[in-house]
């Protein structure tokens, strides 16, 4: 009883994990225009502030993970928590929206190596079906109760001045969870078997890492800046980099060597379908909380605080929606998808419409849960569909190139979707939302084009 207990305990500890990674991508949103008023920063410099996270958090998502496999997962994620503490302080100390883009991009770096050791530690502690399914449940939940608290702290904490600025306290509030996590690991967490034969591929992350750089940098500063001609070059040189990546991965592939990413996955049709989906998807939907948040702040007038408020129905329809389609996939395949993405068009298409100064509370309130429902439809479930297909040998590579994608995706919607709505912001927040959403109805249409070519097979859970 005693191991159950403790497997149960060390389970809910690693959890601080995902809890915090997420609450840092959600609770910027709202929080952006009292930041940017902070740290007297450009709109561009505020994009930054999510997609330099998102683009330290992508770039070692696979090395954090293999860190854990040949160091040991406790004394990874140990370390990795510390890092993300360490750096969310630093972030709440910056001056400057330089000083807060750097530490912003260390903190989704040091999240790189403290998540995937949740993800190993429940593989390794639960062998049974039944609790590992449980385990996996939780860590559902996690996800979508952190985005919900995400937004409402960033509102909350945005309209709160005590000694600091209460952006500030956004970052610091990290500070009392991280230490009790750090103690109760060290306490309670205990080290699993080490791998010691894997190998880190140096130079496969320097590259990676060079390619993202060279292209979300450019979409965001290059915006702002007219366009010159430095930004255009540095667009082609993230074309250059990708593409000497590949060369360089298929080549140590052929040698029987380690590479960042087993481009073999890239053959299987249904693969990159699913992960086209996943592209797109998460580029609307990092995208469209940014937007919301900014639009209902500067275009509908509404405070910071009923700002993350208005977040909580949405996030309570999510986690609903995300329980039932867990259930109904296994019967009804790809349409419980596909009915999602028609829920989204809907939510998308009527905020557009009626989103405008004077609306109804209610409505707002109305319009997001709808989003909530059709969201979780739709994004737990695109794991499966973009791995379902994939030989069980090449299972851990996948998950490792999907979480990858979902957080590069993530910054492209940022300086992409949002490049257009700050572009359009200089006539009109309402021109902006209309703007940013019909960029978001393409992505909604990708998506749904993406799971009409998937083959109509019944996804087991």
């Known amino acids: 009883m005693k191991e159950v207990t403790n497997k149960w305990l060390e389970l809910l500890i690693v959890l601080a994990a995902p809890l915090l990674s997420v609450i840092d991508v959600f609770i910027i949103n709202v929080a952006i225009p009292t930041i940017k008023k902070g740290v007297h920063g450009t709109d561009a410099e505020m994009q930054l ?67 995937p050791q949740t993800i190993a530690f429940i593989q390794v502690l639960f062998t049974d079906t039944k609790e590992r399914a449980k385990a996996f449940g939780l860590y559902g939940i996690t996800l979508g109760t952190a985005a919900a608290i995400g937004q409402i702290l960033g509102g909350y904490l945005s309209d709160t001045h005590w000694i600091i600025e209460g952006w500030r306290l956004i970052f610091f509030i990290n500070l009392p969870i991280g230490i009790i996590t750090l103690w109760a690991t060290h306490k309670y967490v205990t080290e699993t078997q080490k791998h010691q034969n894997t190998k880190f591929d140096y130079t496969g992350i320097l590259i990676l890492t060079l390619a993202l750089f060279c292209l979300i940098y450019p979409l965001i500063q290059g915006r702002e800046a007219g366009w010159p001609l430095w930004s255009l070059g540095l667009m082609v040189l993230s074309v250059i980099f990708f593409v000497f990546f590949i060369y360089n991965q298929k080549n140590k592939l052929d040698r029987n060597e380690n590479p960042l990413i087993d481009i073999r996955l890239f053959q299987i049709k249904d693969f990159n379908i699913g992960l086209a989906a996943v592209l797109f998807h998460f580029m609307l ?5 940014l937007l ?46 596909q009915f999602g993405v028609a829920v989204l068009a809907l939510a998308f298409y009527l905020q557009m419409e009626l989103w405008k100064p004077g609306i109804h509370t209610g409505l707002i309130i109305g319009l997001m849960a709808l989003w909530g429902f059709g969201n979780g439809l739709v994004l737990p479930s695109l794991l499966n569909i973009a791995l379902k297909n994939v030989p069980a040998q090449y299972a851990g590579a996948a998950a490792g190139i999907y979480s990858t994608f979902q957080q590069t995706a993530s910054a492209l919607g940022v300086s992409i979707i949002g490049g257009i709505f700050f572009y359009f912001s200089e006539k009109s927040w309402q ?27 019944k996804t087991a859970n």
Do not use: E
């Open 49 to 115: 502030v999510i997609a330099g996270y998102l683009l330290g958090y992508a770039a070692f998502l696979i090395t954090g993970g293999r860190a854990g496999d040949h160091f040991g997962r406790k004394k990874i994620f140990f370390w990795g928590m510390f890092a993300f503490t360490v750096t969310s302080c630093l972030c709440g100390l910056s001056n400057s929206a330089l000083q807060l883009n750097i530490t912003r991009f260390f903190q989704g770096l040091s999240a790189s190596f403290m998540v």
């Open 292 to 337: 919301s948040a900014v639009y209902l702040q500067s275009g509908l007038g509404v405070s910071a605080l009923h700002c993350g408020l208005y977040f909580i129905a949405p996030g309570i329809l999510f986690i609903i929606s995300s329980a039932v389609a867990s259930r109904m996939i296994v019967t009804f395949g790809k349409r419980v998808l």
């Open 431 to 457: 021109t902006a939302y209309d703007a940013g959403i019909i960029a978001i109805l393409v992505c909604v249409g990708l998506v749904g084009i993406m799971l009409y070519w998937l083959p109509d097979k």
């Open 285 to 289: 939907h990092t995208a469209y909380l």
